[in-house]
């Protein structure tokens, strides 16, 4: 079955990066974008961006421009999100997710239509001084 | 970026009740809209994708109907386990984004 395992909880201090890893299995790995997906404490759900995972392309919001590198190792199936320059608004569960998708009919062309179908367990990061 | 609102913020109802979340989304997004549950420290689970599709595995309870700006996820008569957050997503474009979610309670 589909799977995707996390890296465990990280406590960070202001200022300092941390690197998430995403390890995917049941599927081929490059056939489907990962997207990453946070959430502070109490809070709803935040969209960081993609990485196609069979490029290496990626698209990140704009919030975290500048700040946040998506990359994947397809030999080993997995994908990284690393942030850096860290503060305590970063605090939050990091949540990596595939991106399944239906084709569907955009004017005249087709579209892809994503929806996130399969989940990591979420990492903690923690950042505090 | 496309702001996704959604009603309401918070709910109580019984098991057996009929429930209906409504998210809008503030400009048209065809049927580019998914709607997930959350459960207390678990990761979000699709329910429904593009506006009306039935996620594999989802009970039939769910359903999904709208299009452009309005959307609406019903649930047919709670069971316990439906007890949860719920959130819609766009992805018509990027960044992607969430309504601010919606707390099932149990009256």
């Known amino acids: 079955q589909v799977q995707l395992v996390q890296s465990g909880a990280e406590v960070k201090k202001p200022g300092a990066s941390v690197k998430v890893s995403c390890r995917a299995s049941?599927?081929?790995?490059?056939?489907?974008?990962i997207h990453w997906v946070r959430q502070a404490p109490g809070q709803g759900l935040e969209w960081m961006g993609w990485?196609?995972?069979?490029?290496?392309?990626?698209n990140y919001a704009q919030k975290f421009q500048g700040r946040v590198t998506m990359t994947r190792d397809t030999s080993i199936s997995t994908a990284y999100m690393e942030l850096n320059w860290l503060t305590s608004d970063d605090t939050a569960v990091y949540y990596c997710?595939?991106?399944?998708?239906?084709?569907?009919?955009?004017?005249?062309?087709?579209?892809?239509?994503?929806?996130?179908?399969?989940w990591g367990q979420g990492t903690l990061v923690t950042v505090s001084s | 970026d496309i702001q996704m609102t959604q009603s309401p913020s918070s709910l109580s109802a019984s098991v057996g009740d009929r429930v209906t979340i409504t998210c809008r989304a503030s400009q048209s997004i065809t049927i580019y809209l998914n709607w997930y549950q959350q459960k207390p420290g678990k990761a979000p689970k699709v329910l429904i994708y593009a506006a009306s599709s039935l996620q594999s595995g989802v009970p039939s309870r769910f359903s999904g109907s709208g299009s452009g700006t309005d959307f609406t996820l019903t649930i047919s008569s709670l069971q316990p386990e439906d007890f949860a957050a719920y959130y819609c997503q766009q992805t018509y474009s990027t960044p992607y984004t969430f309504g601010q979610g919606t707390n099932l309670e149990i009256k």
């Open positions: 997710a595939r991106g399944n998708f239906k084709t569907v009919l955009r004017g005249v062309v087709t579209d892809r239509l994503y929806y996130f179908d399969s």
């Open positions: 990485i196609i995972t069979n490029s290496g392309g990626t």
């Open positions: 049941g599927y081929t790995f490059t056939d489907y974008y």
